[in-house]
């Protein structure tokens, strides 16, 4: 999901050049990709309560195929962007349904370390994204990159419809309706877990999205600055599974969190004024993944077994509206500021704002507890 997800960001400066477009438009044809996630994750959770969650796994992966075959043939930015929404109806239930599968394996187990291993594999798909695409773009064509995407979503079906099996004691019968069972806390502690989530990813993705420009800028090739930049992604690898494993173990998620987004968002916004901005971002690359794995633990541990379908998609709903407008504000800030700065300071409110919405999940589940 996430090596398709960066085929637009990391062939940026040829589809400006195809289709004639502004960064504003750029960063709505990245933000398309999560857009069907407003009208499509919290039904698409209630369709795998209904069908089975591999089921919809199986067809959201064939959707993600379609839809990026038809962006390498598209010849008009229309085209493209339908393509775009195509994969990205796919991806919704794809992710929806694939993070109630390890919910319901680990639940109750090592449930944060479970999820942080999972979301390494969103830094694990940008990374190679940032490393293969831009040079098989320069060597061959965009489309070739869209190709290649669509390609891995298809070799990805077959793996899941070959391996994955329900865990040992998974209720053998499907539900027979469509409905929504959450209390109101569950509700309340799913909505804020979502706004974390949300806010906690547009910075990530606004910074391996703009960051290469904003390198490009002192010096660095477009090649280097895609490989430097592909540092954030890779990073993530080790630090995301390591942070969930050492705060579930010392019982500290607060510290990992808190020092996750605070460190992270006062680099990021030192970042675009230092001389050498590669101090600022190593410290970026060395701590954001330490809330990942923590953030998507917070809804698996809220919802009771029966709701984890819906209940996720609800919050996926938050993270698919978020990431669906919020890079195009970035890169509308880009364009009137005419500054290769200003999706960092962006990166840094989004930052600022995961914090806010920590503080606020934690009153409201110590108000639930008392």
Same mark, same amino acid.
Request: with cysteine.
């Given at each position: ?76 930015? *229309?085209? !493209? #962007?339908?393509?775009?929404? %195509?994969?990205?109806?796919?991806? $919704?239930? +794809?992710? &929806? /349904? ?89 509700? *309340?502690? !799913? #909505?804020?877990?979502?706004? %974390?989530?949300?806010?906690?990813? $547009?910075? +990530?993705? &606004? /910074? ?89 633990? *917070? ?72």
């Amino acid at each position: 999901m996430a090596f398709q997800f960066q085929s637009v960001a990391s062939t940026a400066p040829f589809l400006v050049d195809a289709f004639a477009i502004d960064f504003t438009w750029l960063g709505t044809l990245i933000g398309l990709y999560m857009l069907p996630g407003i009208f499509i994750a919290l039904p698409g959770g209630m369709l795998g309560q209904r069908f089975g969650a591999k089921n919809l796994v199986l067809a959201g992966l064939l959707l993600m195929a379609l839809g990026g075959a038809l962006m390498g043939v598209s010849t008009s930015f *229309l085209t !493209v #962007s339908v393509g775009r929404l %195509i994969s990205g109806v796919g991806a $919704v239930l +794809f992710n &929806v /349904l694939m993070t109630k599968m390890i919910a319901d394996w680990f639940a109750g187990r090592e449930i944060v370390t479970a999820m942080a291993i999972l979301v390494t594999s969103w830094p694990v798909g940008l990374a190679l994204g940032l490393l293969v695409f831009t040079p098989l773009a320069v060597s061959q064509s965009w489309n070739a990159v869209m190709h290649v995407a669509a390609l891995i979503a298809l070799a990805s079906l077959l793996l899941v419809a070959l391996i994955y099996r329900d865990p040992p004691g998974a209720p053998a019968g499907l539900s027979l309706g469509l409905n929504l069972t959450l209390t109101r806390d569950e509700w *309340l502690f !799913v #909505s804020l877990a979502g706004s %974390i989530w949300t806010t906690y990813n $547009v910075g +990530f993705i &606004v /910074l391996i999205s703009f960051l290469p420009e904003l390198f490009t800028a002192h010096g660095y090739s477009i090649t280097g600055a895609g490989r430097v930049v592909s540092f954030l992604g890779w990073m993530l690898i080790p630090t995301t599974p390591l942070a969930g494993y050492f705060a579930e173990r010392l019982q500290q998620p607060n510290l990992f969190l808190i020092g996750g987004f605070l460190i992270a968002g006062l680099a990021a916004a030192v970042l675009p004024f230092a001389d050498d901005p590669i101090i600022a971002f190593s410290i970026i690359a060395a701590v954001i993944g330490a809330p990942a794995g923590l953030i998507m633990a *917070l809804p698996a541990k809220a919802l009771r077994p029966q709701n984890r379908a819906s209940g996720m998609g609800i919050y996926f709903t938050f993270y698919y509206a978020g990431m669906a407008c919020l890079p195009g504000l970035a890169g509308m800030a880009r364009d009137l500021t005419t500054s290769p700065a200003a999706p960092a300071l962006f990166a840094a409110g989004m930052m600022a704002l995961a914090l806010a919405g920590l503080m606020g999940f934690r009153l409201a589940t110590r108000s639930a507890v008392d």
